[in-house]
């Protein structure tokens, strides 16, 4: 099978920056829709349109090549038509997780250097309009284009969908969307052209921050390429096509949203269905009104959704294709579609080996896939760092032409090895056969629905709360959300701890995702200390997690007793 990394290199490797990528596929599909929002079809040519006139808008207040442009929005048309723009102009796309606490959002806008920032108004009971000026209260004062705040030094100016909701065209520096646009009419379109022809594969695109083993999030850059290689390439071993209709509830501002969800349909010619948000429910009566037949789910919202109890009166039959099933096939085949063969991360722009979705189910259920093509993957021993024999078991590692470039401003010898190889901190081996086998993660990193959380982040928020002494958060083993946070807590002698005080501290500190599921309360004598007085916290996460079997504890519809019970 051709590769579709090979194929989009032939004949022009220029062609592979995200600008390029949304000129190809229009050339292509032309009035084919290709986003389907609230009940609008929207075309490639119409977001093709679209995305000129924001570049234009943009290239008019002097965004230029290597300037940071946030998008803080959840999944619209708009965010997918401003990642196009901004790569038109060569600028590099900083996408903001709209779970993100207001700290977490100064933050980003701080660390990447944002001078340009998209925002919407309101996501379910969040108001981002009146949160930004409570951390950014210079904004209140400034005009569009000169905002000056110490916080984000860089950030000159905030374009807003929609302001009108709040009562105001205009407040301050943020900008209307539609006065930011129609500030752009006149800009010249073949100036874009020409500015867009200088913007390299190689050159920096995309910037999507993630949760590392520090305590805040890190910037992963990523090259122009890295989106448009996987791009071509997740669409082709996802095999869809113009026929298929995708529900996606993979976010834009995460690799699998860009590649994955709106690259991978773009690429293919299929419909890709949005919604600002998940609901289980709604999620359901969306596939059926809309038809779709292909979903693009983390496993705990297939489960919230075949588990409502819409599910069982709705007809889903027209569902073949399924990233994370709804239900588990009885009796699969080599015909049974499934990308559960894979291996990949944030810093590998999602996959680094993977199979197509109708390749051996054996080989799909059993391995990681293999490297793909221009990939490299090996295995050393997480000590020394030497590469160990084929088949032994270490720590892998990975390059290749989807690599990221770095983490901002870090230096890269503390990521990458003399070979360029970046280390996962993920166990695995390959076997004789050339397929990835990954055997979990080697680092403390907890992963829960699909999102990486950092433990020392929750331990770092928790060393200001009174009367704390341990505040031990780690990923309990969860069947569909991967892992759940749980946090060990011991108190200093005299005081006392309850769960209800410590969830209400986290509320406005952690964004929801980071914030434990559960609280368990030990005593300083459950502690064990290693020769220099430092806590084994595996025995104190073995003590929780006997305590949550005993009690039968239950979150999220598991049952700790029946579930480490299996």
Known sequence: MADNFDLALQPDGTRLTWAHLLSDVTDKFGDNTCIRFEGRDISYRQLQADSLRIAKALASIGVVKGMRVAVHMANRPEFAAISFAVAQLGAVLVPINTFATQSEREYILRHGDAAVLFMQSNLLKYNFYNELFEFLPEAANAEPGNLLCSKTPFLRRIICLDTA?????????????????????????????????????????????????????????????????????????????????????????????????????????????????????????????????????????????????????????????????????????????DMSGSFGMTETFTFASNLPADSSWEKREQTAGQPLAGMKVKVVDPDTGEALPQGEKGELCVKGPTLMRGYYKVDPENFFDDDGYYHSADGGHIDDEGYVHWTGRMSNMIKTGGANVSPLEIEQTLADYPGMRVGFPFGAP??????????????????????????????????????????????????????????????????????????????????????LDT
């Open 165 to 337: 909701d709040n009562g105001s065209l205009n407040k301050g520096a943020v900008q209307d969307w539609n006065d930011f646009l129609a500030a752009g009419e006149n800009f010249p379109a073949n100036i874009i052209e020409e500015m867009t022809s200088e913007v390299m594969p190689n050159d920096e695109g995309i910037m999507i921050y993630t949760s590392g083993t520090t305590s805040k999030p890190k910037g992963v850059l990523h090259m122009q390429r890295s989106a448009v290689i996987q791009s071509y390439r997740t669409g082709d071993y996802m095999r869809i096509g113009p026929e298929d209709r995708v529900y996606t509830a993979y976010p834009f501002f995460w690799s699998a949203g860009v590649s994955m969800a709106l690259g991978g349909c773009l690429c293919t010619g299929a419909v890709l269905v949005l919604e600002e948000t998940f609901d289980p429910g709604q999620a359901l009566q969306t596939i059926v009104n809309e038809r779709c037949n292909v979903t693009q789910c983390w496993p705990h919202q297939s489960k919230a959704m075949i588990e409502h109890p819409s599910a069982a009166e709705l007809d889903l039959s027209h569902v073949n294709k399924e990233v994370c099933p709804m239900r588990t096939p009885e009796n699969p085949t080599d015909d049974t579609w």
């Open 478 to 563: 969860h069947p569909s959300l991967g892992e759940v946070i749980v946090l060990c807590a011991v108190a200093m002698e005299g005081h006392t701890l309850n769960e209800a005080d410590i969830q209400a501290f986290l509320k406005d500190k952690l964004a929801t995702y980071k914030r434990p599921k559960l609280v368990l309360l030990f005593a300083e004598s459950d502690l064990s200390f290693t020769g220099n007085q430092k806590i084994q916290v595996d025995k104190l996460a073995s003590k929780a997690l006997e305590r949550m079997k005993q009690d039968a504890i239950e979150i999220d519809g598991t049952n700790y007793a029946e579930f």
